[in-house]
């Protein structure tokens, strides 16, 4: 494990360049995830959704009651949602971001390098349905934590429809700030648990991102910030931008919010930031799948539960406010069609309309 005491500032810099390089060889694909967490409980969990091609994403209300199975054959894990929740979906096969009714926030980002190990004889899930078992079963990160270290399945990773790997790591966080990162590294889930890990992007995996940021953080962002694309550079800047929003109401621009609120200030904020590390639509470096355009960006407000969906086919924003959303058995799976074009602004809570739940992805067990 790479450890943050390097000996010397050559080194360090040493470090940053190799471990760099070597990003430009992982096949993988752009995103990145950042919190804020301010007083009053006031917690923003942003991300964007980079991919090299157009995902079809909708977002869907799932509600409470809901029966799932881990879509992976006979030895599927099954469960029934104890909470409702709205996520965005990649394909329409898989849940790749969202929120729940509690202020849990889900978000999986691509890791070229996961491994998942042997299946074995334990409940299997697939891939395209691990933010889903989340949202579903926990109301708090550490609940999650306590839960999924015992690994009460293990995962299968189909490919995608454009024949790109499933391979993912998973980010969770809740109202009171706390956060944690899954990754199955070399066959074993490794975990992150702490208010600490704030931000995440995709290679290399999430100990080494944390020592080249360490590099950036010595250096000062307001000295220097790494500008490419690379997964590691977003890193950097998402770490000191979205640490350097302010933690009180600004009173110079706060007649111009909607609410006057710090919730509002703050989810516009990290939005800025996301947009800040998104790479341009129709952007892309042919034969470098990392560097691939944002399709579109999420920002989950956790104390208000306010979800913010930002696309960058559209000129507009729009948002979804979970209190308003009926969750319960009889309002039943909703559907928000994106596809295909359509554009929203504003509040966008009544649109849903009633539909089939989405297939998600298989994962089959070879003999």
Not at 223 to 235: E, K, M, V, Y
Request: aromatic share 10%; hydrophobic share 45%.
């Amino acid at each position: 494990m790479l450890k943050k005491t390097l000996s010397t500032p050559l080194t360090k810099t040493l470090l940053v360049a190799c471990l760099t390089l070597a990003l430009g060889a992982q096949s993988a694909t752009a995103c990145t995830r950042a919190m804020y967490v301010g007083p009053d409980n006031v917690v923003v969990t942003g991300r964007n959704m980079d991919w090299a091609e157009n995902m079809d994403a909708n977002l869907w209300i799932i509600p409470r009651g809901t029966a799932h199975d881990g879509a992976a054959g006979k030895n599927s894990i099954k469960w029934v949602s104890k909470y409702g929740s709205v996520v965005a979906t990649a394909y329409d096969i898989a849940a790749a971001d969202g929120m729940n009714e509690k202020g849990l926030v889900a978000n999986t980002l691509y890791l070229a390098t996961a491994q998942w190990g042997d299946i074995g004889t334990k409940p299997t899930l697939s891939v395209s349905l691990w933010a889903q078992y989340a949202l579903d079963n926990f109301a708090t990160v550490a609940e999650a934590v306590t839960a999924l270290r015992a690994e009460p399945f293990r995962i299968g990773a189909p490919s995608m429809p454009n024949g790109v790997p499933a391979s993912v790591h998973l980010s969770l966080s809740d109202p009171t700030g706390d956060s944690a990162i899954f990754e199955y590294i070399a066959g074993a889930l490794v975990i992150h648990h702490g208010k600490q890990f704030k931000v995440m992007t995709n290679e290399p995996n999430y100990d080494a991102q944390l020592a080249i940021n360490s590099y950036w953080t010595d250096v000062g962002g307001l000295n220097f910030l790494p500008g490419s694309f690379s997964p590691s550079d977003r890193f950097a800047r998402a770490s000191f931008m979205a640490g350097a929003l302010p933690t009180v109401l600004n009173k110079a621009y706060a007649p111009a919010l909607p609410d006057q609120s710090l919730e509002t200030q703050a989810s516009l904020g990290i939005l800025g930031v996301m947009r800040a590390v998104s790479v341009p639509l129709g952007e892309g470096v042919p034969g470098q799948p990392n560097v691939s355009t944002t399709l579109w960006r999420s920002v989950a407000d956790q104390k208000s539960k306010v979800y913010y969906f930002d696309s960058a086919t559209s000129p507009s924003a729009f948002w979804v406010d979970l209190k308003k959303v009926d969750f319960s058995a009889q309002g039943g799976v909703k559907k928000l069609t994106m596809a295909g074009g359509k554009t929203y602004s504003g509040n966008a809570t009544a649109l849903f309309t009633k539909a089939t739940l989405f297939t998600p992805l298989p994962f089959v067990i070879k003999p």
